[in-house]
C-alpha cells in the first residue's frame, strides 16, 4: 500500500512537472496570424487545471511561473525575470494560475468515480481561458491609464480568434486526455 501511494505522488509530481514545460514550451510555440502571433502558453496553463484539477493544475502553473520568475527564459520571446510580472502583459501571467484553478474547479466531477459531463468540460475550458483576461486587461489598464474600452480591445481583441481555437481544441483532447491520465490525479 506504500508503495501504491508513494508511486502515485511521484506521477503527481511528474505531471506537474510536465504541465510546467508544456506551458513553458507554448512560449516558442507561435503561430503568426497577422499582427500578434498565437502562442500555447494560455492553452498549457488552462489544460493543467482541466486535466489535473485545480491543486495540481494550479502547482503546474505556479511552478512555471516561478521558473520564469527567477530568470529562466519561459515567458513569450524566451524572455525571463521578476520583472515580467510589472509588465503590460504581466497580468496575462497571473491569469494563467487563474485559468488552471478555475478550470480545474469547473471541470471537477462531483463525485471522483464519475466522469465528467461534457458541458462541465466545455464550460471549464471557457471560463479558464477567459479568466486569463481578467488581471491582464486590469494590469493594462492601470500601467497605461486606459479606459476600460481601450483596455479591452488592446488586450483582448487581437486574441479571441486564436483563444477561441485553441479553447475548441481543449475542448475536444480534453475529456480522452484525462481518461488517459486516470487516478493518477485524484
Not at 500578434?36 to 502553473?61: D, R, T, W, Y
Not at 513569450?76 to 496575462?92: K, T, Y
Not at 479606459?147 to 480534453?174: E, M, Q, R, S
Request: proline share 5%; hydrophobic share 60%; glycine share 12%.
Amino acid at each position: 500500500m506504500g508503495n501504491n501511494k508513494k508511486s502515485r505522488t511521484l506521477v503527481r509530481i511528474v505531471l506537474a512537472a510536465l504541465f510546467a514545460a508544456l506551458t513553458a514550451a507554448g512560449a516558442f510555440i507561435a503561430i503568426p496570424v497577422g499582427s500578434v502571433p498565437i502562442v500555447l502558453q494560455n492553452l498549457f496553463a488552462m489544460l493543467s487545471g482541466l486535466l489535473l484539477g485545480p491543486f495540481l493544475g494550479g502547482a503546474a502553473v505556479l511552478l512555471y511561473l516561478a521558473a520564469g520568475a527567477i530568470g529562466a527564459p519561459v515567458f513569450a520571446g524566451g524572455a525571463g525575470g521578476f520583472v515580467h510580472f510589472a509588465a503590460p502583459s504581466g497580468g496575462f501571467l497571473y491569469g494563467y494560475f487563474l485559468a488552471a484553478v478555475v478550470a480545474g474547479i469547473i471541470a471537477s466531477s462531483p463525485r471522483a468515480e464519475q466522469k465528467t459531463r461534457r458541458w462541465r468540460i466545455i464550460a471549464a475550458a471557457v471560463a479558464g481561458m477567459l479568466v486569463i483576461y481578467v488581471p491582464g486587461v486590469i494590469q493594462l489598464k492601470i500601467l497605461y491609464n486606459m479606459t476600460w474600452k481601450a483596455a479591452l480591445l488592446a488586450g483582448c481583441a487581437p486574441f479571441l480568434i486564436g483563444d477561441a481555437i485553441k479553447t475548441a481544441v481543449a475542448i475536444i483532447i480534453a475529456p480522452r486526455l484525462r481518461s488517459l491520465i486516470g487516478d493518477a490525479t485524484h
